[in-house]
């Protein structure tokens, strides 16, 4: 009774919030015109049919990319697939990744709908989807029981329950009784099974973390690798997916380890495009000698001016003011830090660095990516630093060998195939 009561006040929310959610969409627009485009989409309706699909939902561009080699071995069996998002970014990188199926016709890349059940409606009209993923954990109420009327089963897909979302639901306990909606759950690792479990979800599948086997851009790798003998530094730092609460602690970083005996080359990447800027007028003001990744790189990576590699040298700053770049930033590093995690939200994604052999350091709160951040810490192939000793951890930390964070690797990929494994029994007429 709870529970219904709950769906009915959520639906009327949403219809009273409608014009506030449309007015947001416009504003975001003003910056991104992909937001207020396809806007019918948001509604349930939508220009194209595309029956029997495997829905897969991504809401950002980071679920995306984690989902490709799953969708990759659907459209190799021979499925229809279509993928639903909310951001910009997740719905551009599925048309990019994705173009030579949409252009004929075997993959869709729309809009989610709106929390509304005549929206779902007009989406599971479209598309009568025979199952559907939903990307790490994302609890919408009105998306698991409208597939659940709809005959449609939804799992949770490359799912973990983080420790913080945990202590946080246990206080209410709503969320675990819309996880329950779900047909089922394919988590990332032991730990995580027993935590769905723990709260009632049922047809739980150990397939592991499927970032491990996303493809790697060889262009950018090639690219990385021409311009590192042209870098005249005793090592290459890279801080990657900064976020904007931690940019003054890196920048403290940076001062600190320009002031040693060799200086490194430092690679530094804002987690945000609109940060790029301010990021750039704060290595001034400090008085960091910088160089920006756009005015040093043409659109193919390699120096506008040949004879200018001035920049690239010991005791400067190389912005990384661009978006999906960021094997290329990496591959040039001798080790990289991985932002978010010095900051209450947590942190951002460590498994690109280990990819190519990289070792990783991250900050105390890793809540977010407890797999494989605590299995890689515990290999030895990453280490968990603290604002205190972030400068002194960057430059003395030993590296591990090469063969370690290779036999990590190894151990932690085959996800997409255990995936798809677990799907195989659903797909069968």
């Keep these: 009774m709870r529970l219904w009561l709950f769906l009915r006040l959520w639906s009327l929310l949403w219809h009273l919030c409608l014009p506030i959610i449309l007015i ?26 595309l029956p029997g699909a495997i829905w897969v939902h991504a809401v950002s561009l980071g679920e995306l990319r984690s989902a490709v080699p799953l969708i990759r071995a ?34 869709s890349a729309v809009w989610v709908p709106f ?21 790490e954990i994302e609890i919408w109420p009105r998306m698991i029981f409208a597939a659940k009327s709809a005959g449609v089963p939804l799992f949770m897909c490359n799912a973990q329950y983080p420790t913080k979302s945990m202590a946080r639901d246990a206080k209410l306990k709503l969320r675990h009784r819309l996880m329950q909606g779900y047909a089922g759950a394919f988590v990332k690792s032991d730990l995580q099974r027993d935590r769905f479990a723990s709260v009632g979800v049922r047809n739980i599948q150990v397939t592991g973390e499927l970032r491990f086997d996303q493809p790697i851009p060889e262009a950018q790798l090639e690219a990385a690798r021409a311009l590192r003998p042209l870098i005249k530094a005793p090592r290459v730092i890279a801080l990657a997916s900064i976020t904007q609460p931690e940019e003054a602690l890196f920048l403290d970083v940076i001062q600190r380890l320009m002031a040693t005996p060799e200086p490194p080359l430092i690679i530094l990447i804002p987690r945000a ?13 400090r008085g960091l000698t910088s160089a920006r990744r756009t005015s040093l790189l043409d659109q193919g990576l390699v120096l506008t001016d040949p004879d200018a590699a001035q920049p690239l040298r010991a005791g400067t700053v190389l912005l990384g003011d661009s978006l999906g770049e960021m094997y290329f930033y990496l591959e040039m590093a001798d080790r990289v830090v991985i932002g978010g995690g010095f900051q209450p939200k947590g942190s951002h994604n460590i498994i690109e660095p280990l990819a190519l052999g990289k070792p990783v350091i991250v900050g105390p709160e890793i809540h977010t990516i407890e797999y494989p951040a ?20 960057v430059e003395a930390w030993p590296d591990p060998a090469p063969k370690e964070i290779a036999d990590f690797i190894a151990a932690h990929s085959g996800a997409g195939a255990r995936t798809m494994a677990a799907i195989e029994p659903l797909l069968k007429p």
């Design 74 to 107: 659907l459209l190799d069996r021979g499925e229809k697939v279509v993928t639903t998002h909310f951001t910009p970014a997740g719905r551009r990188e599925a048309e990019r990744a994705f173009a030579p199926e949409i252009a004929a016709g075997r993959l």
């Design 24 to 49: 947001y969409l416009w504003k975001r627009a003003r910056k991104d015109p992909l937001y207020n485009q396809h806007l019918g989409e948001r509604f349930g309706r939508y220009g194209r049919d």
């Design 374 to 393: 605590v299995e890689a810490i515990a290999a030895g192939v990453c280490l968990q630093s603290t604002a205190e000793t972030l400068a002194s951890d």
């Design 273 to 285: 495009p609109e940060r790029f800027g301010l990021v750039a007028e704060a290595l001034a003001v």
């Design 115 to 135: 929390e509304t059940s005549w929206a779902y409606a007009g989406f599971f009209q479209a598309f009568r989807p025979k199952l559907g993923l939903v990307m």
